[in-house]
């Protein structure tokens, strides 16, 4: 009996201990098999929309930072524009069914997708700020216009690069695993091409989500 209960006990932790992996394994076979449904019910978008969001917000204010003129010639309305933009593209890409779209897809941009890329971009130092300053001085300062302007050029570029990534980027076949604490989870690795971390949390005893995207 009491071989039993040491048996079982050591077949409980192993169950535990090895969940995360068996749940990477299930999104890994489900990515394969371009299965989007499976991997978006696996997201908590409630955790993850917002992080998206202010990985951009913050990424784009530490862009600001190195450009003092277009500060000073922008300033808070062009910060307010390109945050409202970053959150009407994040509040439109991370959504169950566009992820099932992107998955059963495998990657194939469509216009949520393109509009994600380009505040990745815009956040990411990609804007031709040349352009951006020439623009604001002839719009006398029309932020919003300039601000459309430059989103669409970025649209447009981000929109033939991902198009490329699909069709030449690489995937990870071994993607590294590992926890980074008794309830938390990371995969690490390359899709099309692109570094990417996903973090996962325990739900219940063997139960994980995704709770957050780490961008590149």
């Given at each position: 009996?009491k ?11 192993a169950?535990?201990a ?9 999104l890994?076979?489900?990515?394969d098999d ?5 991997i978006a019910?696996?997201?908590d ?10 990985q951009?917000?913050?990424q ?17 309305p062009?910060?307010?524009?390109a945050?409202?933009?970053i ?6 890409a991370i ?16 216009t ?20 951006l300053?020439?623009?604001l001085?002839?719009q ?12 669409q050029?970025v649209?447009k ?5 991902l ?7 690489n995937d990870?076949e071994?993607?590294?695993l590992?926890?980074?604490?008794i309830?938390c ?10 570094p ?15 709770v957050?995207?780490v961008?590149?």
């Open positions: 009996m071989k039993l209960v040491i048996l079982l006990i050591i077949i409980a932790v169950v535990y090895g969940s995360p992996y068996y749940s990477a394994y299930q890994k076979n489900a990515y371009k299965d989007g449904a499976t019910a696996a997201i978008y409630e955790q993850v929309r917002p992080s998206v969001q202010n951009l917000t913050s784009f204010a530490t862009t600001m930072t190195k450009y003092p003129l277009i500060s000073e010639l922008g300033g808070e062009l910060t307010q524009a945050n409202g933009f959150a009407q593209a994040v509040e439109g959504t169950p069914q566009n992820i099932e779209k992107i998955i059963n897809t495998q990657g194939q941009a469509n949520a997708a393109k509009e994600l890329a380009a505040a990745w971009a815009i956040a990411s130092d990609q804007v031709d700020l040349k352009n300053i020439q623009s001085i002839i006398r300062g029309d932020v919003d216009a300039v601000v459309k302007s430059q989103m050029q649209m570029k981000q929109a033939a690069e198009e490329q990534q699909v069709a030449q980027g990870s071994k993607p590294t590992s926890y980074c604490g309830n989870f990371s995969i690490s690795g390359q899709v099309k091409g692109y990417l971390t996903i973090e996962m949390q325990r739900e219940g005893l063997i139960n994980w989500k995704i957050d995207i961008l590149p």
